[in-house]
């Protein structure tokens, strides 16, 4: 009985390390979305006890066929010059960080190669963090930032970034298998959301009862008080669901947080009508991902620019 049972055990083992092996090499094309945010989790980020993770610091990954460098702040951005004259923080998550999109090609690359060509002594600061909500972006800034003391913070705000985020897992198997955090991805999708149900899961999540509303509304408020009171410009800068811009269903939402935000003294940017009417197919960087690729950014960019350069 015990041979038995050591004999299935041995032979489980070799069979899930030869599917561990068959994975990895086929994942080794950077093409499988769900693996690449995995490896970024494990090469980029750290456990934070009230964030549940920031960007580990000088720290660099080839992810998606994208490198991703970091600062010594955690931030993908050039070293900061501390003494420059004007720097502009960006908050948000993977959205604004850039994901799968060359640094140079992503909307902070694109204003920090144009600042340098009109005004040598502008910073862009992009402290973005995937899976990141608003109340971890803004947490973030006080948190770890307020010493850099900024001129200008822009809120990348993404409609997502009103949910309550829980804490990544920390079991060890998952953390160091692909076989393992394919299942463990694929139980999550399952239990989550789709896409037929996305539209009662985007209207509840701006209740103005819902949890995750009212921790976005006083985390951005708190936001806005500390600019007043610290002489900081404040933006906020509305990001559209790109799967949905030829006919979009979310307007009513916008105008929601238009009317939630500009009270608090936010300069208001909606991109949607940037992006309106634009198929996702010319958006999307691979299969699989939600990210805007390079055509995407340079209209943000665009847009972000002539706002940021009239003031």
């Known amino acids: 009985m015990i041979k038995n049972t050591l004999r299935f ?6 069979g899930l390390l030869i599917l561990e092996i068959i994975l990895r090499i086929i994942n080794s094309d950077m093409k499988n979305y769900d693996i690449e945010m995995w490896r970024y989790s494990n090469e980029l980020k750290t456990f934070h006890p009230k964030l549940g993770h920031i960007h580990k610091t000088d720290a660099s990954s080839i992810l998606q066929g994208v490198e991703i460098s970091l600062n010594s702040y955690g931030m993908r951005s050039r070293q900061i010059n501390t003494s420059a004259e004007r720097k502009i923080l960006f908050l948000g998550s993977s959205i604004t960080l850039g994901w799968g999109v060359e640094q140079s090609k992503t909307v902070c690359g694109l204003l920090q190669n144009k600042f340098d060509e009109i005004h040598g002594s502008t910073e862009i ?5 995937g899976n990141y909500n608003t109340y971890r972006y803004v947490n973030l800034f006080f948190e770890n930032l307020k010493h850099i003391q900024p001129q200008e913070i ?3 705000f993404f409609l997502n970034d009103a949910e309550i985020l829980e804490f990544g897992s920390t079991n060890w198997i998952i953390k160091n298998s692909q076989l393992a955090a394919t299942l463990w991805i694929t139980i999550k999708r399952l239990k989550s959301i789709n896409n037929r149900s996305i539209f009662e899961h985007y209207n509840n999540l701006f209740n103005s009862d819902s949890e ?25 800068v509305l990001i559209p669901d790109f799967h949905y811009l030829e006919n979009y269903p979310f307007n009513e939402i916008h105008n929601k947080i238009r009317k939630t935000v500009t009270p608090m003294g936010y300069h208001y940017l909606d991109l949607l009508k940037s992006f309106e009417g634009v198929p ?23 847009e972000i620019f002539k706002l940021l350069n009239t003031n």
Request: hydrophobic letters at 35%; glycine letters at 4%; aromatic letters at 12%.
């Open 212 to 236: 995750g509303f009212l921790k976005m509304k006083n985390s951005l408020n708190e936001l806005a008080s500390y600019c007043r009171d610290n002489h900081i410009r404040a933006y906020f």
């Open 9 to 14: 055990l041995f032979t489980l083992s070799i």
């Open 280 to 302: 996702f197919s010319e958006l999307e960087i691979i299969p699989g991902d939600s990210h805007p690729n390079k055509k995407g950014h340079k209209i943000y960019f665009e």
């Open 125 to 129: 600061l992009n402290s973005s963090v």
């Open 154 to 156: 822009v809120v990348n």
